[in-house]
């Protein structure tokens, strides 16, 4: 589908109030800027897949979530960890100064999830947590997903053995989405994949599979556990 968006996923039926809006990315175009803006780092387009090693890096999804004030809001992505990398995804962008991440690393045999604000242009760590351990082989796909409730931010990695989870105190009114790399140890690849972001209320749905279009919807709790 590449940057041609989808709403509400293909079958997705969802009863709630809002209703369930989804943006899906597959990568598929040759160009990195056709609905993302680099906003630092050397990206490009291949296999399908989003891919940068540069350390500091930034993609944000042109596309914002519908809404005004804080919108919870949720992104869903598969990447490849490597060694000394640290991939982010993140949410509730409104400008390079001020907006919420995930950092994923994996260092000797164990997967990590950090959780950061960037408020003012100010990083500052507001959770972390393991999430997995064994050896990762660079050709797996990780799936990750952050979910921001407007008052908490909650991570998991999909077969790991925790969610991580932080509270948000201060306000968030962006509603666009990014990845990229943050204080990598190395300058290691990174690659993303089957991306997919969109609104979350309290007790708003999300599909069971990104990228399925005829997935049908699953509850999220108001404390962003499922997600």
């Known amino acids: 589908m590449g940057a041609s968006w989808a709403m509400g996923l293909g079958g997705c039926k969802c009863q709630v109030d809002p209703p369930c809006t989804v943006f899906t990315d597959d990568f598929d175009t040759g160009t990195v800027e056709d609905g993302r803006e680099v906003r630092s780092g050397t990206w ?4 399908s897949e989003l891919t940068t090693s ?8 042109d596309t914002e979530i519908p809404g005004s004030g804080v919108v919870p809001q949720t992104i869903d992505v598969r ?14 962008y409104t ?17 990590t999830i950090r959780l ?7 990083v500052t760590q507001i959770g972390s947590g393991n999430v997995n351990s064994g050896a990762i082989l660079a050709s797996i796909q990780v799936r990750v997903r952050l979910c921001f409730s407007g008052t908490a931010l909650v991570a998991n990695r999909f077969g790991g053995t925790a969610a ?18 943050y204080n990598g140890s190395l300058s290691e690849q990174t690659n993303f994949d089957a ?9 708003e749905a999300w599909p069971t599979n990104i990228g399925d279009e005829t997935a049908g919807c699953v509850k999220c709790s108001p404390s962003c556990a499922q997600c």
């Open 44 to 47: 490009s387009i291949g296999s």
């Open 54 to 61: 540069s350390n500091n890096s930034l993609v944000i999804f």
């Open 79 to 92: 990447v490849r960890i490597r060694g000394g990398s640290a991939t982010i995804i993140g949410l509730a």
């Open 95 to 111: 400008d390079d100064s001020n907006y919420l991440f995930a950092r994923l690393e994996y260092n000797s045999g164990v997967e």
């Open 116 to 122: 950061y604000k960037k408020v003012a242009g100010t």
């Open 164 to 181: 991580v989870g932080a509270a948000v105190t201060d306000t968030f009114e962006g509603r666009k989405a990014l990845v990229g790399t």
């Open 195 to 203: 991306l997919a972001y969109g609104s979350l209320g309290t007790n």
